[in-house]
């Protein structure tokens, strides 16, 4: 299913000992970015994470945020006392020197580096919650994608029949606007006022007409039209596909215009060019 590479996504979860919150936002890339802002403790797991992530995203850039609180019950503080003997031993050997100096208050203790502090979690814990936060978040942001994707897809479709519509009525065309080219090259040769051989010129005319003729790339642009509508309806990433494929209409849409030999088929390219580009501004938020 086609997914856009543009989305956002949250996910907590809760244990007995501590609640992480994964947060991740999703933006167009050519490839799989990835930017981490997390606690300094899981940041030697960050390769296991890529992992995960990767085989859920293939393309865009992910900014996610990884937050973790202690609950209540696992929070008490914690009293170092050999770093309060330290402390202790220390303003006795100041006192001896400095009589006269205001001894810090029990507040001002407790405040000192080191002699309070709150239990830690287990690293295991820790990340067994972020595991299972990174997968909720992750399959959060790959609905929110794919329904960003069935949107871009049909805006996509939709304009590619737009196209199938004018190469139909552009077909349609062609015979008259041989005919009035063949008028027109004729009409020419007479005001030269100049006698050929009438097998050669007829040779001629049918060399200039075959250079004009547009069969080809119109064909091929109906089978690049048929290769999007495949790669759309797929169920693998087809991002990088597609932006293929619209090089592709681009360049026979640029040739057709310049074998144009109407003002109908020019006005024809041009609609071609402006709905190729439409598609191109939607698909370069397809994964």
Do not use: W
């Not at 006392?81 to 400095?98: E, G, M, P, V, Y």
């Not at 960003?148 to 199938?164: F, H, N, P, S, T």
């Not at 310049?258 to 060019?273: C, G, H, I, M």
């Amino acid at each position: 299913m086609t997914q856009s590479m543009t989305g956002f996504a949250r996910a907590s979860v809760t244990t007995e000992d501590l609640t992480v919150t994964v947060e991740c936002r999703s933006v167009n890339n050519r490839y799989l970015d990835l930017h981490f802002r997390m606690p300094e403790t899981l940041r030697e797991f960050e390769p296991q994470m890529r992992a995960q992530i990767s085989q859920a995203v293939s393309r865009g850039k992910l900014d996610l945020a990884i937050q973790y609180q202690q609950n209540k019950a696992t929070t008490e503080a914690a009293l170092d006392t050999d770093r309060l003997n330290t402390l202790q031993a220390a303003l006795k050997h100041i006192s001896t020197h400095f009589p006269d100096a205001v001894a810090p208050s029990q507040l001002a203790l407790l405040q000192a580096p080191g002699v309070l502090s709150e239990r830690t979690v287990a690293v295991e814990v820790l990340m067994s919650a972020t595991t299972t936060a990174l997968k909720q978040c992750l399959a959060s942001l790959s609905q929110h994608r794919r329904e960003e994707g069935a949107k871009l897809a049909a805006m996509v479709l939709e304009r590619g029949e737009l196209i199938r519509a004018l190469l139909h009525s552009l077909r349609q065309q062609l015979p008259a606007l041989q005919r009035s080219h063949r008028e027109k090259l004729l009409a020419r040769m007479a005001s030269l006022d100049l006698t050929a051989d009438p097998v050669r010129l007829e040779e001629e005319i049918v060399y200039v007409l075959q250079r004009a003729d547009v069969e080809e790339e119109m064909d091929r642009l109906g089978a690049h039209l048929d290769a999007i509508n495949e790669a759309l309806m797929g169920k693998v990433p087809c991002g990088r596909k597609l932006d293929f494929l619209m090089q592709e209409l681009n360049r026979e849409a640029n040739t057709l215009g310049s074998k144009s030999t109407a003002l109908d088929t020019t006005n024809t390219a041009v609609e071609f060019k402006v709905l190729i580009e439409q598609m191109r501004e939607q698909i370069q938020n397809i994964e």
